[in-house]
């Protein structure tokens, strides 16, 4: 139904989150982050908010994310139809993908980046979300929408893509949260805003504004 991509990006510490589906608002439902602490995404065939939440509350706590995941997954009875995925503030990932969720489904976890998918058109789907995200020389959110976009290419949702997403956090710097709810094409919707945000006065505007570092 659903794939995302989660990374930490290695010149400013920042975190973010893209994610696209076949359904309605996935940033609404997927997408959970707090700067300074981890960033993460909630999916599946019936996914959970709370999965999103609960995951950063431990890692608040300085539990590693594989201990914290495996914390929220065990206590869920209907972890079998989720999926999450989840990344600490530097950069360590974990991932849990439940037998009922309808395949395709792919994950991948490596230093400084956690990726997923389920209900995909293929498995390779993620391994190309992350080799996009990878091989991009562009700003942070545009590396992760080209993560999308090279998923999306591969195949992407089985349905075909509605929403898409983006989430950026730091202690340093405002969050960059971005929705596309219900669009023909949603990455490209979100490439148009991307593009708004990195717009020069936009972003002058944004540097006036508080921070976790500067309240």
Known sequence: MTFSLLARDPETGALGGAAATGNLSVGAWVLRASAGVGISASQGHFPSTLWGEDVLTELANRVAPE??????????????????????NGGSGAAFSGEDNIPAMSERVQPGLCAGGNMLLKPGVIAATVEGYMTSNASFARRLLA??????????DARGLMSAALLIVAPDSPPIDLRVDFADAPLRSLEELIIRTEAE????????LPTRASP
């Open 67 to 88: 201990q914290a995941m495996q914390t929220i997954v065990s206590a869920d009875r209907g972890r079998a139809s989720r999926q999450l995925l989840v990344l600490n």
């Open 147 to 156: 993560g999308l976009f090279s998923g999306a290419k591969a195949g992407g």
């Open 201 to 208: 006065d936009y972003e002058a505007w944004r540097r006036a």
